[in-house]
């Protein structure tokens, strides 16, 4: 006979487990809905994205983010709409950086396919899950058009007719409204001192808003995870001049989704070359990666940035849960050893870490073993912080730190980074060569390597 008895104890561990990890995130949300509050984002969202199951979704993420006081302009393109709506007869559209010709006798229904793209933002912010997030006052969304356009003009001899770019914001407009507490949404169309209109790229507008506003963020929705490597493997973080360099390799593509996707790379480092403080770029093919850049340590995405908020430190008691959460993979992978919450608090004094934001990204302890020698152990870096030479720059301030306290030789031990420690001038050493009391503490199951430095 099934005992249900068991089945029940076992669902109500499990629900406790859920409702535990929902209370955890919570709670470690709120040094992100401090830190967003009063910021500016721009967010680009572009036309694909209307198809997703998941655009609600999205859509009740950004009056998550209006509701705890984030200044929001949001501008969305109509690509895929627009070149559905013309089945052209040239056996070649033209394109230049992505953008076709829009002929004269196209603009008017052209505005009209992305005026319903825009009513129909506008009908799921003032209804439906979206509006429910703030009942007292709704949510007061502004359409219109915020920027000044000019013709593109001219390019190898083709004339781009009604596709245009974007000439000047009228950011003292946006600001005004935004001092007003509303949400601004900007189409692709625009607008000439002469009255002409205009086809434009999302992403040029969102940019330009963006740098025009100073905001602390831009975020292009797109349908890629971010930006990965030649192994196809997701990079977390980059600065402006290395996202030029994939920016150029996608935009050399001859497949029209990857050369859009590398110009959407390339105006997100101009964005932060001019003054935007962070560019995330996120998929919006599925549930709830908004919420996950922008509220989770690890996030889910590509950020840019130039990382001049860094700041290292002397580690606090009040870092180690991020901590723990920074040396945890590492540990299941059996590159740590294990470490308790409760020793990293009785260790903290030991250790150094970076911030940025307010998060924790980056670790490492200094151990003083004799009067000359001393041990440095636990460096790590959070997945999304990798590759960026955080580790070195702990390991360069540790042996400052050593060497003004009459340090003359560091050492570590390590499993599998023996090579990145050789690189830095570490040489391998034999356990013998440690203090006698370093030697009882040796793991031989671990079988960890000894390298020593001078310093």
Same mark, same amino acid.
């Given at each position: 006979?099934?005992?249900?008895?068991?089945?029940?104890?076992?669902?109500?561990?499990?629900?406790?487990?859920?409702?535990?990890?929902?209370?955890?995130?919570?709670?470690?949300?709120?040094?992100?809905?401090?830190?967003?509050?009063?910021?500016?984002?721009?967010?680009?969202?572009?036309?694909?994205?209307?198809?997703?199951?998941?655009?609600?979704?999205?859509?009740?993420? &950004?009056? #998550?983010?209006?509701? %705890? @006081?984030?200044?929001?302009?949001?501008?969305?393109?109509?690509?895929?709409? =627009?070149?559905? /709506?013309?089945?052209?007869?040239?056996?070649?559209?033209?394109?230049?950086?992505?953008?076709?010709?829009?002929?004269?006798?196209?603009?008017?229904?052209?505005?009209?396919?992305?005026?319903?793209?825009?009513?129909?933002?506008?009908?799921?912010?003032?209804?439906?899950?979206?509006?429910?997030?703030?009942?007292?006052?709704?949510?007061?969304?502004?359409?219109?058009?915020?920027?000044?356009?000019?013709?593109?003009?001219?390019?190898?001899?083709?004339?781009?007719?009604?596709?245009?770019?974007?000439?000047?914001?009228?950011?003292?407009?946006?600001?005004?409204?935004?001092?007003?507490?509303? &949400?601004? #949404?900007?189409?692709? %169309? @625009?607008?000439?001192?002469?009255?002409?209109?205009?086809?434009?790229?999302? =992403?040029?507008? /969102?940019?330009?808003?963006?740098?025009?506003?100073?905001?602390?963020?831009?975020?292009?929705?797109?349908?890629?995870?971010?930006?990965?490597?030649?192994?196809?493997?997701?990079?977390?973080?980059?600065?402006?001049?290395?996202?030029?360099?994939?920016?150029?390799?996608?935009?050399?593509?001859?497949?029209?989704?990857?050369?859009?996707?590398?110009?959407?790379?390339?105006?997100?480092?101009?964005?932060?070359?001019?003054?935007?403080?962070?560019?995330?770029?996120?998929?919006?093919?599925?549930?709830?990666?908004?919420?996950?850049?922008?509220?989770?340590?690890?996030?889910?995405?590509?950020?840019?940035?130039?990382?001049?908020?860094?700041?290292?430190?002397?580690?606090?008691?009040?870092?180690?849960?991020?901590?723990?959460?920074?040396?945890?993979?590492?540990?299941?992978?059996?590159?740590?050893?294990?470490?308790?919450?409760?020793?990293?608090?009785?260790?903290?004094?030991?250790?150094?870490?970076?911030?940025?934001?307010?998060?924790?990204?980056?670790?490492?302890?200094?151990?003083?073993?004799?009067?000359?020698?001393?041990?440095?152990?636990?460096?790590?870096?959070?997945?999304?912080?990798?590759?960026?030479?955080?580790?070195?720059?702990?390991?360069?301030?540790?042996?400052?730190?050593?060497?003004?306290?009459?340090?003359?030789?560091?050492?570590?031990?390590?499993?599998?980074?023996?090579?990145?420690?050789?690189?830095?001038?570490?040489?391998?050493?034999?356990?013998?060569?440690?203090?006698?009391?370093?030697?009882?503490?040796?793991?031989?199951?671990?079988?960890?390597?000894?390298?020593?430095?001078?310093?």
């Amino acid at each position: 006979m099934k005992n249900y008895s068991k089945d029940k104890n076992t669902s109500a561990k499990k629900s406790k487990s859920v409702n535990n990890q929902s209370i955890d995130w919570f709670r470690n949300s709120t040094r992100y809905i401090n830190s967003h509050r009063g910021c500016t984002f721009v967010i680009v969202i572009e036309g694909e994205a209307f198809n997703s199951p998941y655009f609600s979704e999205l859509i009740s993420d &950004l009056s #998550l983010l209006k509701s %705890i @006081g984030v200044r929001l302009v949001l501008v969305h393109g109509a690509r895929p709409q =627009i070149a559905k /709506a013309y089945n052209r007869r040239d056996n070649e559209i033209i394109h230049y950086e992505g953008m076709p010709v829009t002929k004269k006798e196209e603009i008017d229904n052209i505005s009209g396919i992305v005026g319903t793209l825009s009513s129909k933002i506008d009908a799921m912010f003032l209804s439906g899950r979206a509006a429910k997030l703030d009942q007292n006052n709704g949510i007061r969304l502004i359409r219109g058009s915020f920027l000044v356009a000019k013709p593109l003009g001219v390019k190898n001899g083709i004339d781009f007719q009604q596709t245009g770019k974007v000439r000047h914001i009228q950011v003292d407009l946006l600001r005004k409204q935004l001092d007003n507490d509303c &949400l601004l #949404l900007q189409s692709n %169309i @625009g607008y000439s001192v002469t009255g002409e209109v205009f086809n434009l790229c999302e =992403i040029e507008i /969102a940019t330009e808003m963006a740098i025009a506003l100073k905001a602390e963020k831009m975020i292009v929705m797109t349908d890629c995870d971010g930006v990965t490597d030649s192994q196809g493997a997701l990079i977390a973080h980059l600065d402006p001049d290395e996202s030029s360099l994939h920016a150029s390799r996608m935009k050399s593509s001859k497949n029209d989704k990857e050369h859009f996707f590398g110009k959407q790379i390339e105006y997100s480092a101009r964005a932060v070359q001019f003054g935007v403080n962070r560019t995330h770029i996120i998929n919006y093919c599925s549930d709830g990666t908004l919420i996950r850049e922008l509220f989770t340590p690890e996030g889910c995405g590509s950020l840019i940035s130039k990382d001049e908020s860094s700041i290292l430190r002397d580690g606090r008691i009040s870092d180690s849960s991020e901590i723990l959460n920074i040396i945890k993979p590492l540990e299941e992978k059996g590159l740590l050893i294990s470490r308790s919450k409760k020793f990293l608090e009785s260790e903290i004094d030991h250790f150094r870490v970076i911030e940025v934001e307010g998060e924790i990204v980056a670790c490492a302890a200094l151990h003083f073993e004799t009067d000359t020698l001393a041990e440095i152990s636990c460096i790590a870096t959070s997945d999304k912080h990798q590759n960026k030479g955080l580790g070195k720059r702990l390991l360069n301030s540790l042996e400052s730190q050593a060497k003004k306290a009459g340090i003359t030789e560091i050492f570590v031990l390590t499993t599998e980074a023996a090579h990145w420690f050789i690189e830095k001038n570490f040489k391998e050493a034999s356990l013998r060569s440690l203090p006698k009391n370093r030697q009882l503490l040796y793991d031989s199951i671990r079988k960890s390597k000894i390298l020593r430095k001078k310093i």
